[in-house]
């Protein structure tokens, strides 16, 4: 076992640091966690910490060879293979900066709750000769389409500015029940997350995160409209409460969705959420790159499209 140094994410800025290493050791007793962190041995930006203190965005996070955790080099070799080549298979651009990867739907960004390896380990496991790859940004294990992975530290704090101001655009396409009678759509609700008897879910409420979706109808069927969606911020299904809200939720989405239609569309196949991140175009201004990115829709979401045509 070796010391990691760990860049924090977008994802991750706000959370506290014992939080952080317990989601992350998950073999480890939180007791030993938090001896590393009292003793020193766990550090932020090379300095000591606290328990309580808050990581940020592009902090690096020192963590110890703590007795009992599952080594990363460990777990690549029990990546199967087949994963290893059906993201190679899907790489849609890469240079000495950026991986992109037109992710299939199923795969989780990375691994955690019922997820044993993600794309951030299987990538890992096919590049072991890439000192460096850390993803950029997430979508949501349902949804499909553009991922971003950097390949070194400067690139992944430009590209995570990038995203988190007015340096970027990213779209994508999406199937909703219902005909979606408005051409163009701006919807602006909060939404924060809620915990529920089984689970927690993100809800519209005045009190959460600023949330920001341009809906733009592309093409209308008897029963369902395709849509595109450009958002402005990035929440949690953001996408998804914001069509619920409007009284058109996602084809295919369990969590928000209509469950006797999704259950009807199953009975022809179609058993995965429509949402794919179609295209994503980033200013990189720290290392002077443009960049657009482009992924092609899966042929099971073209293929629900033919059959709505042909009147089912």
């Known amino acids: 076992m070796q010391t990691k140094h760990v860049v924090v994410e977008i994802d991750q800025a706000g959370q506290r640091i014992d939080n952080f290493l317990i989601a992350r050791l998950k073999n480890v007793p939180k007791s030993r966690i938090y001896r590393a962190i009292r003793s020193g041995e766990v550090r932020i930006n090379k300095k000591r910490t606290k328990q309580t203190n808050r990581l940020q965005i592009g902090d690096i996070v020192r963590i110890p060879p703590i007795q009992n955790y599952s080594d990363d080099a460990q777990l690549q070799k029990e990546v199967p ?20 990867l037109n992710k299939p739907s199923g795969i989780a960004a990375h691994s955690g709750t019922g997820d044993r390896w993600g794309v951030i380990e299987i990538m890992r496991a096919s590049r072991t000769h890439q000192p460096f790859i850390e993803l950029v940004h997430r979508i949501d294990k349902e949804t499909s389409g553009c991922l971003v992975l950097a390949k070194t530290r400067r690139s992944l704090l430009d590209a995570q500015n990038a995203l988190q101001h007015e340096q970027s655009i990213k779209e994508y396409t999406c199937l909703v029940m219902g005909q979606w009678k408005v051409k163009n759509k701006f919807v602006d609700h909060p939404i924060e997350k809620q915990a529920f008897q089984h689970s927690a879910k993100m809800v519209i409420h005045e009190a959460g995160k600023e949330a920001q979706s341009r809906f733009s109808a592309l093409e209308l069927f008897p029963a369902h409209t395709l849509m595109k969606v450009s958002i402005d911020t990035g929440r949690t299904h953001q996408i998804r409460v914001h069509a619920r809200e409007e009284g058109h939720p996602l084809v295919g989405d369990k969590r928000y969705g209509d469950f006797e239609q999704n259950r009807q569309l199953t009975k022809i196949g179609f058993k995965r959420l429509f949402l794919h991140a179609t295209y994503l175009k980033l200013k990189l201004m720290d290392i002077s790159q443009n960049y657009e990115f482009t992924a092609p829709m899966p042929s099971e979401l073209k293929g629900l499209c033919r059959q709505l045509r042909n009147g089912l």
């Not at 849609?92 to 950026?98: A, T």
């Open 81 to 100: 293979q087949s994963l290893i080549e059906q993201l190679e298979k899907n790489i849609i651009h890469e240079d000495e900066y950026l991986l992109v």
